[in-house]
Nanobody, 124 residues
Framework: QVQLVESGGGLVQAGGSLRLSCAASGRTFSNFVMGWFRQAPGKEREFVATINWSGGSTYYADSVKGRFTISRDNAKNTVYLQMSSLKPEDTALYYC?????????????????WGQGTQVTVSS
């Protein structure tokens, strides 16, 4: 089992920045590919970014490329999502997730463990 706890969400004006954190406990954190997803009211859960076990490989949704950066600190069992140039359409509940796949997965069913989410609201 892996427990994931997100933090760092909040209310921010358009153009602002936030950094989300996801702390993991349980099984060896570095064994997992980590990802961030988001879900806005009435919409399906959407892939945001993913990072491999070492942090050396990442992949982003087109909608956030160039504005968001995913990173991880295996010594702290934590994955981060630095979000800049935020837009109102970035408003959503943000989830981190852990996968045992040996590539960079972008579909929710490819992830085994999920956090409870942290709310990000971007005002215009």
């Amino acid at each position: 089992q892996v427990q994931l706890v997100e933090s760092g969400g909040g209310l921010v004006q358009a153009g602002g920045s936030l950094r989300l954190s996801c702390a993991a406990s349980g099984r060896t954190f570095s064994n997992f590919v980590m990802g961030w997803f988001r879900q806005a009211p009435g919409k399906e859960r959407e892939f945001v970014a993913t990072i491999n076990w070492s942090g050396g490989s990442t992949y982003y949704a087109d909608s956030v490329k160039g504005r968001f950066t995913i990173s991880r600190d295996n010594a702290k069992n934590t994955v981060y999502l630095q979000m800049s140039s935020l837009k109102p359409e970035d408003t959503a509940l943000y989830y981190c997730a852990a996968s045992t796949r040996r590539y960079l997965p972008i579909l929710p069913h490819e992830y085994v463990y999920w956090g409870q989410g942290t709310q990000v609201t971007v005002s215009s």
